[in-house]
């Protein structure tokens, strides 16, 4: 289970940029443009070879930053990220051995849902803070307020087609804790260096974050 300290870090900062780095050489210079636009966390995907120690840069130089690790499929997988100081794991799907796996190791586990009988499976496993995944493809907004109103204490965090065109929407919904999403930290921009344009998308992100939950 989530604690609620936790939960209040995701709902203040309201959008949980999702990384995946090609190489950690730049995860300094991410973190440090995430940090200055105003979005002191990240789920680190384990999409990427470089998620291990993307996850030791970012706690190393930002100790504020709330770092998770996201794409988490396996146990071992799951290990690994806590050994290098990830504090929550997020996953695209809701496997009980992984999720049994986090939750016995003590940490917060995030899996992906996108049905009710999936709400069920990780409602059963004691979570009822779930990543709603793929959100857009799976009907968006309009599907987790059908979806919220037999499972009254079930939040969620969409993610997967958000952007800064539909988050305020999302971050309306009092179900809704956080966004994560991509939009702010796009592959390219990060291989051409344009740390600036993270930042400058950060801050328009953190924005939108202020104006629905000042
Ligand atoms: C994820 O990893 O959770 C999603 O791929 C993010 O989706 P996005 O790229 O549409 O933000």
Request: no cysteine; glycine share 6%.
């Given at each position: 289970m989530i604690t609620s300290e936790l939960k209040d870090r995701f709902y203040k900062t309201g959008v949980i940029p999702?990384?995946?780095?090609?190489?950690?050489k730049d995860a300094a210079s991410l973190g440090e443009a995430l940090m200055k636009g105003?979005?002191?966390?990240a789920e680190v995907t384990f999409r990427t070879s470089a998620a291990v120690n993307t996850i030791?840069?970012?706690k190393k130089e930002f100790p504020e930053m709330l770092v998770g690790a996201g794409t988490v499929l396996t146990a071992e997988q799951a290990d690994r990220a806590i050994e290098a100081g990830a504090e929550f794991i997020v996953a695209p799907g809701c496997n009980p051995k992984v999720v049994k796996h986090v939750l016995e190791k003590g940490y917060p586990m995030t899996p992906g849902i996108a049905t009710a009988s999936e709400i069920e499976m990780a409602l059963d496993l004691g979570i009822d803070f779930v990543k709603f995944f793929p959100a857009e493809a799976n009907g968006g907004l309009p599907m987790i307020k059908a979806l919220a109103g037999p499972y009254v204490n079930v939040s969620f965090m969409p993610t997967g087609g958000v952007s800064a065109k539909n988050l305020a929407d999302y971050l309306s919904y009092n179900k809704i804790v956080c966004c994560g999403g991509t939009w702010m930290v796009k592959k390219d921009l990060v291989t051409e260096g344009r740390f600036d344009e993270i930042?400058?998308?950060s801050r328009e992100a953190a924005d939108i974050v202020k104006s629905i939950r000042g």
């Open positions: 999702v990384i995946a780095l090609d190489d950690a105003g979005l002191p966390a030791k840069t970012l930042e400058k998308l």
